[in-house]
């Protein structure tokens, strides 16, 4: 399952991403992650949800991501749940097709494992792609 939230910047993404990680380390059984472009939410997460800071790892783009997700879930088979904050500055591109082409892949890969997906992009939820839209989570669900 993939959840994107969208909405502009300061409007409140991070916020509600970390209210559903203290969600799901509360009633989920099973890992969560969090990854962030920078480490700002270390204070923030509960015990369980291990903070992977991004800028680590020098990321450059959806297809380098692709193979860190796919790393990381071959050596946690117990991930139940990631949480991507800033999808964009994470993968260092705005591009809507790529972002899209990104939601399916994870979609498709999310789906046989039973990993759940929550990720946040900052752009005007007007300006979605169908794609983007598909995806789309608010507060009293998809």
């Known amino acids: ?10 409007e409140g993404k991070t916020k509600q991403l970390i209210e559903l990680m203290e ?5 989920e059984i099973g890992r969560m992650v969090c990854i962030e472009p920078t480490r700002h939410m270390s204070f ?3 015990h369980q949800t291990r903070l992977i800071d ?3 790892f020098n990321i450059s783009g959806y297809e380098m991501l692709k193979g860190f997700i796919s790393g990381l ?3 946690n088979y117990d991930i139940s749940h990631i949480f991507i904050d800033d999808i964009c ?8 097709a790529e972002v899209g082409r ?3 892949w994870l979609d498709k890969f999310s789906a046989p494992i039973n990993l759940k997906i929550t990720l946040t992009l900052s752009a005007n939820p007007d300006t979605a792609t169908d794609t983007m839209r598909r995806f789309m989570y608010t507060a009293s669900g998809r």
Do not use: P, T
């Open 1 to 10: 399952m993939v959840r994107l939230i969208m909405s502009g910047s300061g």
């Open 23 to 27: 969600n799901a380390a509360e009633n």
């Open 44 to 46: 923030n997460l509960h």
């Open 54 to 56: 991004a800028s680590e």
């Open 73 to 75: 879930y071959a050596g």
């Open 89 to 96: 500055k994470v993968a260092h591109s705005s591009n809507d």
């Open 102 to 104: 990104f939601l399916l």
